[in-house]
């Protein structure tokens, strides 16, 4: 029985707010975020230092596409010159720079690259500040569903139900508000957590990866002066083994004539002996 009448006011209830909604209609609204992306300065600068940094990854990849190229075509003009060791060398190289080439691009470019990584970073406080303030403009103006623009295929919308400016201006509001208590926070000494971690503008994190890159660049060139040593020892070692089997078969050989030429020379002594006996007409 009670279980029926909760029920029934369960029912009622979703009734009256259907019928609700019905009279007064669904509000809907809608954001731009590329459009509200756009008109935000700090993001503007973010993703001009980004595309920078793109733009000289790019040359970077060519230069190295460049060398490989400059090494390919260097094999090929002196093949006919090079022993087969040195060619197989010289491919080992090649194939090295190509995977060093393949490495770099997915480390930059990839699914997990940095420019995926500092991309999001970059949009990621912004659709932040854009969620927040959407939220709080649906309660305020009691809209019931906002939708993203890029999201949705809208084939028709009234302007006035556009709260990109809306948003945009609640950012703007937001942002100064945020600066002075950062500007406060400074001056008197902003308290720390531990395990925080602040967020990092692209700049930032940008000039953080190029320290982490450049001590790693460090490592690898000095591996890399470890493995040419080696090299060149290797090489030093193997040239010395060589010319020094060339001079041991050149002395035996030498040997040998030499011990042929001495029986040649008993023999024809003793054929003259035998040929011509002492007291012999």
Same mark, same amino acid.
């Given at each position: *029985? *009670?279980?029926?009448?909760?029920?029934?006011?369960?029912?009622?209830?979703?009734?009256?707010?259907?019928?609700?909604?019905?009279?007064?209609?669904?509000?809907?609204?809608?954001? #731009?975020?590329?459009?509200?992306?756009?008109?935000?300065?700090?993001?503007?600068?973010?993703? #001009?230092?980004?595309?920078?940094?793109?733009?000289?990854?790019?040359?970077?990849?060519?230069?190295?596409?460049? $060398?490989?190229?400059?090494m390919e075509n260097s094999l090929k003009?002196?093949?006919?010159?090079?022993?087969?060791?040195?060619?197989?060398?010289?491919?080992?190289?090649?194939?090295?720079?190509?995977?060093?080439?393949?490495? =770099?691009?997915? +480390?930059?470019?990839?699914?997990?690259?940095?420019?995926?990584?500092?991309?999001?970073?970059? !949009?990621?406080?912004?659709?932040?500040?854009?969620?927040?303030?959407?939220?709080?403009?649906?309660?305020?103006?009691? =809209?019931? !569903? !906002?939708?993203?623009?890029?999201?949705?295929? *809208?084939?028709?919308?009234?302007?006035?139900?556009?709260?990109? &400016? #809306?948003?945009?201006?609640?950012?703007?509001?937001?942002?100064?508000?945020?600066?002075? $208590?950062?500007?406060?926070?400074?001056?008197?000494?902003?308290?720390?957590e531990a395990g925080d971690e602040p =967020?990092?503008?692209?700049?930032?994190? $940008?000039?953080?990866?190029?320290?982490?890159?450049?001590?790693?660049?460090?490592? &690898?060139?000095?591996?890399? !002066?470890?493995?040419? +040593?080696?090299?060149?020892? &290797?090489?030093?070692?193997?040239?010395?083994?060589?010319?020094?089997?060339?001079?041991?078969?050149?002395?035996? +050989?030498?040997?040998?004539?030499?011990?042929?030429?001495?029986?040649?020379?008993?023999?024809?002594?003793?054929?003259? +002996?035998?040929?011509?006996p002492p007291g012999g007409n």
């Amino acid at each position: *029985m *009670m279980r029926n009448k909760i029920s029934f006011l369960l029912m009622l209830t979703l009734l009256s707010f259907a019928f609700a909604k019905a009279q007064r209609g669904i509000r809907v609204g809608y954001v #731009d975020m590329n459009y509200i992306l756009e008109s935000v300065p700090e993001y503007q600068k973010a993703s #001009d230092q980004l595309e920078q940094r793109m733009q000289s990854w790019k040359v970077e990849i060519e230069k190295m596409e460049s $060398a490989i190229s400059q090494m390919e075509n260097s094999l090929k003009n002196e093949r006919v010159l090079l022993t087969k060791e040195l060619i197989e060398e010289r491919e080992e190289d090649i194939d090295i720079k190509r995977q060093e080439l393949s490495d =770099y691009q997915q +480390k930059r470019f990839g699914a997990q690259g940095d420019f995926i990584k500092q991309k999001q970073q970059l !949009i990621q406080p912004v659709q932040d500040q854009v969620f927040n303030e959407m939220q709080k403009i649906g309660q305020q103006k009691k =809209y019931d !569903i !906002i939708l993203e623009r890029s999201e949705v295929t *809208m084939l028709y919308s009234d302007d006035r139900h556009d709260l990109s &400016d #809306d948003v945009l201006k609640a950012i703007g509001r937001t942002g100064k508000a945020k600066d002075r $208590a950062e500007a406060r926070a400074t001056k008197n000494g902003p308290p720390t957590e531990a395990g925080d971690e602040p =967020y990092m503008s692209v700049q930032e994190a $940008a000039d953080a990866q190029e320290k982490i890159i450049a001590k790693q660049e460090v490592v &690898d060139e000095r591996a890399a !002066i470890r493995a040419e +040593k080696i090299r060149v020892r &290797d090489s030093i070692k193997e040239a010395r083994a060589r010319e020094y089997k060339e001079r041991r078969e050149e002395l035996i +050989k030498e040997r040998a004539r030499k011990k042929d030429s001495v029986l040649q020379a008993r023999r024809k002594a003793k054929e003259d +002996k035998n040929n011509n006996p002492p007291g012999g007409n």
